[in-house]
Each structure stands twice: as structure tokens, then as C-alpha cells.
């Protein structure tokens, strides 16, 4: 009866150690640096830096805990997301919106265009541009939006996120076209209200 109950205790803590828990989250980090990375090179505004790795840190008691949970306990996990967002498509839009950044620049520069606060860009005053100016501000911006909103969507197909995703995808790409944006062009802020960039 003892030997019996030592090797059903024996099973249950090989059962358990070879638990693994799959954690799905949103990765709002790992978007917000590819979003970084998608408007400076859309900009031209990229830094040439390379990023430095983290240090780890030495702590005696995480690596205490940490060999424990080698040996013992749940294992966790993580969701394998590709913000990299390198693939086809991606790319293709990236080059789409960067070829197109010469065109919209000089409307951003006079007032024209801003950054709204959803990823997008947004007519601000268009009343000193002649008809062909305005014709030509209309096709740029609306080849930005279609590009941009295509690009979010891809974002959410290459990493398998909900539909749910969309609109936290958008607000982090918005918070890279506003930081990135240049000092005197128009950014909407997250309560909706339009300032200069300072």
C-alpha cells in the first residue's frame, strides 16, 4: 500500500512538473517598438543606433526560484508573436507609405494634415490651397489612410491577434506618428483635442 501510494505521489509530481501553461496577451510592447520602427523608416527618420541587450540581473533569489521552477511546478509559456512585421505585405505597405511621405510632407508643414489620435491622417485646414492642391491633398491622404488601415490589419493577421486587437494597435501606431511627428505639425491628442507638436 505504501510502495503503491509513493508511486501514485511519484506520478502526480511528474504530471505536474510537466504542466505547461500557455499565457496569450496582447503584446503592446513589442507592437509600440515595431510600430517606432515602421515610422522612422517611413519618415527617414530612423535612429543608426544599434539597441543595446538588457543586462540580467544577479539576483540570488530569482535564480533560486527560478531552478526551482525548473524542477518543480508549472511551466508558463508565452504566445511566440512576430512583431517583426516583416512579412510580404507588410513590407509592400511600408514602401507604399514611404514613397508616399514626400507628397503628404509639405501639407503637414503648412497646416493642412495632422496626426489623428487612431493612427490616421486627418485634414486639419485646407483653406489656402488652391483646387489642385486640395484635389491632390484628398488623393494623398486618402492613399495614406487605405495603406495605413491595411498595414494595421496585416499587423493583426501576422501575429494572430483577435479582431478586438485592432483598435489597441491603432492607438499605439498613433502614439509613434505623433512622437515622431515633426515640431509645428498638428497631433490630436488621446482626448481628442488638436495641438501643435512642440
Not at 509530481?13 to 510600430?35: S, W
Not at 519618415?43 to 540581473?57: I, N
Not at 511621405?101 to 503637414?108: A, E, G, I, N, W
Not at 490589419?153 to 506618428?177: C, H, T, V, Y
Request: hydrophobic share 35%; proline share 5%; aromatic share 8%.
Amino acid at each position: 500500500m505504501v510502495k503503491r501510494l509513493r508511486h501514485l505521489v511519484f506520478g502526480f509530481m511528474i504530471v505536474f512538473a510537466a504542466c505547461v501553461t500557455v499565457n496569450i496577451y496582447f503584446p503592446a510592447a513589442a507592437i509600440q517598438k515595431a510600430a517606432d520602427e515602421i515610422v522612422d523608416d517611413v519618415r527617414g527618420t530612423g535612429d543608426q543606433k544599434q539597441p543595446q541587450p538588457e543586462e540580467k540581473k544577479n539576483d540570488k533569489q530569482s535564480g533560486i526560484i527560478d531552478s526551482i521552477r525548473q524542477f518543480a511546478g508549472p511551466k508558463e509559456a508565452y504566445a511566440q508573436i512576430n512583431a517583426e512585421v516583416s512579412t510580404p505585405a507588410i513590407r509592400s505597405l511600408k514602401q507604399a507609405m514611404k514613397d508616399n511621405f514626400p507628397q503628404l510632407k509639405p501639407f503637414y508643414d503648412r497646416g493642412a494634415i495632422g496626426e489623428n489620435n487612431m493612427g490616421l491622417v486627418e485634414q486639419r485646414d485646407a483653406g489656402s490651397l488652391n483646387l489642385k492642391e486640395k484635389a491632390d491633398l484628398n488623393r494623398f491622404v486618402g492613399q495614406e489612410n487605405n495603406n495605413r488601415n491595411a498595414l494595421y490589419g496585416e499587423i493583426m493577421r501576422a501575429n494572430k491577434l483577435g479582431a478586438d486587437s485592432l483598435p489597441k494597435i491603432q492607438r499605439l501606431f498613433a502614439n509613434s506618428w505623433r512622437e515622431k511627428s515633426q515640431p509645428g505639425w498638428w497631433i490630436q491628442n488621446d482626448g481628442g483635442a488638436w495641438e501643435k507638436k512642440k
